[in-house]
C-alpha cells in the first residue's frame, strides 16, 4: 500500500502562485508515476499534470502547460506542483495521485490508470 498525503492549498489571488506537495509513505518502490487532479464543485475530476517517477518525464494538461510544474524529490518521496499565474477557473480540489503501472501519453490522463489517491486539497482563486 502507499500513502499519500497532500499540502499546500489555499486561497490567492487571481495571478499568484502556489505551491502544492504530496508526500508519500509505503511501497513508494513500486510507484512509477505521480500525477495531480482537480475537481470543482459540479464538474468531473479532471488530469493536471504527472511525471514518472523514474527519469522524471513530464505531462501536463493543456489548461495548465506553461504555467504549472510538476517536479518529485525522489529522497523525500515527495511530488510537487507549482501553480503559477493562477485563474479563477483554477479553483478545484486537487488530488494527488500514484500509480504502480507503465502509462504514457493517452493512459497519463485516466484516473483509473492510477491506484492510490489523496484526500485532496482546496485551492481557491479569487478576484
Known amino acids: 500500500q502507499v500513502q499519500l498525503v497532500e499540502s499546500g492549498g489555499g486561497l490567492v489571488q487571481a495571478g499568484a502562485s502556489l505551491r502544492l506537495s504530496c508526500a508519500a509513505s509505503g511501497r513508494t518502490f513500486s510507484l512509477y508515476g505521480m500525477g495531480w487532479f482537480r475537481q470543482a464543485p459540479g464538474k468531473e475530476r479532471e488530469f493536471v499534470a504527472a511525471i514518472r517517477w523514474s527519469g522524471g518525464r513530464t505531462y501536463y494538461s493543456d489548461s495548465v502547460n506553461g504555467r504549472f510544474t510538476i517536479s518529485r524529490d525522489t529522497a523525500k518521496n515527495t511530488v510537487y506542483l507549482q501553480m503559477n499565474s493562477l485563474k479563477l477557473e483554477d479553483t478545484a480540489a486537487y488530488f494527488c495521485?500514484?500509480?504502480?503501472?507503465?502509462?504514457?501519453?493517452?493512459?497519463?490522463?485516466?484516473?483509473?490508470?492510477?491506484?492510490?489517491w489523496g484526500q485532496g486539497t482546496q485551492v481557491t482563486v479569487s478576484s
Open positions: 495521485a500514484a500509480g504502480r503501472n507503465y502509462f504514457n501519453t493517452v493512459d497519463v490522463s485516466r484516473a483509473t490508470s492510477y491506484n492510490y
